[in-house]
């Protein structure tokens, strides 16, 4: 998933949208911008990008046991720790995992669940926590 500044115009004269360089280096990319789902009666793109949005959708999975972050990524917690609100609005200082968070939580509608082959193992990898899986 990318953001809305995805669709910006490389600044060097290729004309090229940065999407469009990501695409043509081969990483795998949604077909539209990260946007929250769109109101009934409105079409796929159109459900805006508001950060009060975003950050009321992660703390309610946060709250609810359905975002999970593991201890280890201490950069995240970093981050996480220092949005605060200064005259009413959220201050985003280096901000950027913060960022891909919300973006990831916008377009959670669009993610499909694909079970791995049962015969699928990693070499040596064992989970720390039972029944964690691969966050474990």
């Known amino acids: 998933f990318w953001p809305h500044d995805g669709e910006t115009r490389d600044s060097r004269g290729s ?7 990501y695409r043509d280096m081969g990483v795998n990319m949604f077909r539209e911008r990260a946007t929250h789902a769109p109101a009934k009666g ?9 950060l009060e949005n975003g950050l009321t959708l992660m703390f309610d999975r946060i709250q609810t046991n359905r975002l999970k972050v593991a201890k280890h990524l201490v950069d995240w917690f970093d981050e996480f720790r220092l949005y605060h609100r200064k005259d009413g609005l959220v201050v985003r200082e280096n901000d950027d995992l913060m960022s891909a968070t919300l973006k ?13 082959p049962k015969e699928a193992k990693v070499e040596g990898w064992k989970p720390t926590v039972p029944g964690m899986g691969c966050l474990g």
């Open 15 to 21: 004309g090229i949208t940065h999407a469009q360089q």
């Open 104 to 116: 990831l939580l916008m377009m959670v509608r669009h993610m499909k669940v694909r079970e791995l």
């Open 42 to 50: 409105q079409k796929e793109g159109d459900g805006g990008i508001s």
